[in-house]
């Protein structure tokens, strides 16, 4: 099935997997999951969408991959995003018949004050951010669909495609900087690499690219919990949430790593892909991104 998008050229379209795909608006947050992995595999498939991608990716630089991915299936051209009422606030007013755009947005649990204390007396897990423990759909539009007064757009990120020797070595850093042990040496040639949690060993016989999805995948296994509290879980579902974590990882860095037939592998053992492991893993992505120097994006000065 084809999903039509907005802000291309007439009747452009990016491919979705599957025969039964709902439209974005009328799908439920279980459906949009599954959306964005096809999405995925179609992005990471097209060396031209993958560049265009990647040039969309700079001008979101504040937004959650998960987000920016939604925007660019639905809208391309988009060059900025608000709520209807937030373009209202800047002069600037909604097209008559122009489709929102579908983003999730984090609905987080209501923290009830326990203590009459200054800052300085609390224990320092108030003093943390909260986590949503929720997201729903909301629309947003894009300054494309708008008329009024001329704003001036923020400036886009610098985001460049870095080489797998650089990207390694950048994973690297975000392992040691979580405290894990760290080694690269020969394993048998069929093995990649391994975690137990605390250390992680990648195979010194392969080449960069390889290096790099392993360690992304190593890596997910440790940020997943998957060797400690959540040791219990299906192996199947452990591997399918650390590869998907790899996979997202991967296209943000604009060097896509995985295997959607690896994925596919261990999905035979679960059937369909839990929510919480699809869940579990755009978490995961966003924290591999948000840990590493490579999937930073800073401003260009104008």
């Not at 400036?155 to 850093?173: I, Q």
């Not at 975690?195 to 960069?208: A, M, Q, V, Y």
Request: charged content about 25%; aromatic content about 8%.
């Amino acid at each position: 099935m084809l999903i039509q998008t907005q802000g291309t050229t007439a009747g452009a379209t990016m491919p979705v997997t599957g025969t039964t795909t709902p439209s974005i608006r009328d799908a439920s947050i279980r459906e949009l999951r599954e959306m964005i992995l096809s999405s995925l595999k179609d992005i990471s498939s097209d060396p031209a969408l993958i560049r265009d991608f990647m040039t969309f990716m700079r001008r979101f630089h504040d937004y959650s991959f998960i987000n920016r991915l939604l925007i660019f299936i639905q809208y391309p051209a988009a060059s900025q995003v608000a709520g209807y009422k937030a373009w209202q606030k800047l002069g600037r007013y909604v097209r008559r018949g122009e489709k929102g755009i579908i983003i999730f947005a984090p609905l987080f649990p209501r923290v009830e004050p326990t203590a009459e204390k200054a800052p300085e007396e609390l224990p320092d897990e108030v003093h943390e951010q909260p986590r949503p423990n929720h997201f729903r759909k909301v629309s947003v539009f894009a300054y494309e669909q708008t008329d009024g007064e001329p704003l001036e757009l923020p400036a886009m990120g610098t985001l460049e495609t870095p080489e797998p020797d650089r990207l390694y070595t950048d994973l690297v850093a975000v392992a040691t900087g979580m405290g894990l042990e760290f080694h690269e040496r020969v394993l048998p040639f069929s093995i990649g690499g391994s975690t137990d949690g605390k250390r992680i060993e990648i195979n010194s016989l392969n080449h960069p690219a390889a290096k790099v999805q392993t360690l992304l995948h190593e890596i997910a296994h440790v940020l997943l919990e998957h060797s400690a509290e959540r040791k219990n879980v299906p192996r199947a579902q452990k591997e399918v949430e650390a590869e998907l974590s790899c996979f997202m990882a991967g296209l943000a860095f604009g060097i896509p790593h995985g295997s959607y037939e690896y994925i596919r592998g261990w999905q035979t053992e679960l059937n369909a892909i839990p929510d919480e492991a699809i869940t579990r893993a755009f978490h995961c992505a966003e924290r591999i991104i948000a840990m590493s120097s490579t999937g930073r994006l800073t401003p260009i000065a104008r």
